[in-house]
Every structure is written in C-alpha cells, then in structure tokens.
C-alpha cells in the first residue's frame, strides 16, 4: 500500500528556516517524480516544487531560491528545505507523488497528476 | 504562466441532484486536466486525469470532459459523501496551477 507521511512542521519567526520531511512506504522515492504542494488556511492548492527520478528539480518562482527539493534514497524520504521563510508561506504543506506512464522505449514520462498524496504538516511563519 | 479559472465558487445541491463544475485554462493546455476532491482537514484526492479519464476506484458517477482551455466535471447524481471541494489542475507545463475551488454544499 501506497503511503505518504509528512512531518517537521510547525511555528517558525519570520526569517527562519524549516525541514519538512515526507516518509514514503509501498514505493521507491528516487524511482518516482515527487512534488510538494501548499494550502494556505482557507485557501487553494499551490503546487510548490517537484524533482524527477533523474534528479532534476523545479520551483514555483513564490519559492525560487529560499526552497530546496531533496530526497534521501536510503531512508526513502523526500524533504523540502525551507529558509528565509515569510508570513505568506504559513500553509498546510502537502507531498505527493506524480504519476507516470512508461512509452514504448521503456522510458518512464510524468504526467503531473498528483496520484498519492501525505496528509499534510503545518509551518506557521509568525512573530 | 497558465491560470485557470473554476466557476461556480459554490454551489448548493440535494443529495440526487446532477452538479457540473466548469474550469478554465487561460491558454491551450490539450487534454492535461486533473480534477480532485477534497473535504475538510484531509488531503485532496485525485478523481479524474486526462480530462476525462476515470482514476481507478472512483465512482463512475463522477465524469469530466473537454479539451483546449474549457473542461468540466459533472457529479451525476450527488451522494452524501460528495459534499466537499473540487479543484482542477493543469498538467500541461510548470507552474501545475490549481483552480481556486469549487464548495458544493448541502442545499
């Protein structure tokens, strides 16, 4: 079975850094593009940030340069390292894992619809 | 960047009732629609990709449509549990851009 668990959250001043952390069970992080999405309280969906099974990452330009996309292949976990945080970035922040299609070559191809998703953890940026 | 644009913001229904949400891509995005669920203080759930196709263990009373910048999703016949909120989603290029959200509520 399919699971996502978040965790690191929580109150952090303005200007401060955060590690949020997504254990995965029942697939392999590094073999799958995974991303981070954000909901402000009472707010939509942002999508935040994703990085494909060969490494590459991407950001949304709200978090370009303060967010960092990692993964730990041995502990089959994914992180978002967040610095420089700001009131706007108080958000429920979400994992979840892109799903995919393989072509006729073999070739593993996103298809950014997000399949599996974590149950969030809340990072409050507030004085 | 790609916006999209849901409309109703909400919308009240009977439990029975037909319910479509329609969703908006500022340009062209083909057929890179997704479609979620979700309900309060949990995740959302992916119900339809592709536009149109049906994501395994989804009820086959929820059904999406269109192609190019306008997509809708029909419920078409509205059950308890389907009281929540729908986002859509472009698939087509970064940034993945959500609609703002669609409350159906009990009437």
């Known amino acids: 079975e399919v699971q996502l668990v978040e965790s690191g959250g929580g109150l952090i001043q303005p200007g401060g850094s955060l590690r949020l952390s997504c254990a995965a069970s029942g697939f392999t992080v590094s073999s799958n593009y995974m991303s981070w999405v954000r909901q402000a309280p009472g707010k939509g969906l942002e999508w935040v940030s994703v990085?494909?099974?060969?490494?590459?990452?991407y950001y949304a330009d709200s978090v370009k340069g303060r967010f960092t996309i990692s993964r730990d292949n041995s502990k089959n976990t994914l992180y978002l390292q967040m610095n420089s945080l700001r009131a706007e970035d108080t958000a429920v922040y979400y994992c979840a894992r892109v799903s995919y299609y393989y072509d006729s070559s073999g070739y593993q191809n996103p298809l950014y619809y997000f399949d599996y998703w974590g149950q969030g953890t809340l990072v409050t940026v507030s004085s | 960047d790609i916006q999209m644009t849901q409309s109703p913001s909400s919308v009240s229904a009977s439990v029975g009732d037909r319910v479509t949400i329609t969703c908006r891509a500022s340009q062209g995005i083909s057929s890179w629609l997704a479609w979620y669920q979700q309900k309060p203080g949990k995740a959302p759930k992916l119900l339809i990709y592709?536009?149109?196709s049906l994501q395994s263990g989804v009820p086959s009373r929820f059904s999406g449509s269109g192609s190019g910048t306008d997509f809708t999703l029909t419920i078409s016949s509205l059950q308890p549990e389907d009281f929540a909120t729908y986002y859509c989603?472009?698939?087509?290029?970064?940034?993945?851009?959500f609609g703002q959200g669609t409350k159906v509520e009990i009437k």
């Open positions: 592709a536009a149109s």
């Open positions: 990085i494909y099974s060969g490494g590459s990452t």
């Open positions: 989603q472009q698939a087509n290029s970064f940034p993945h851009a």
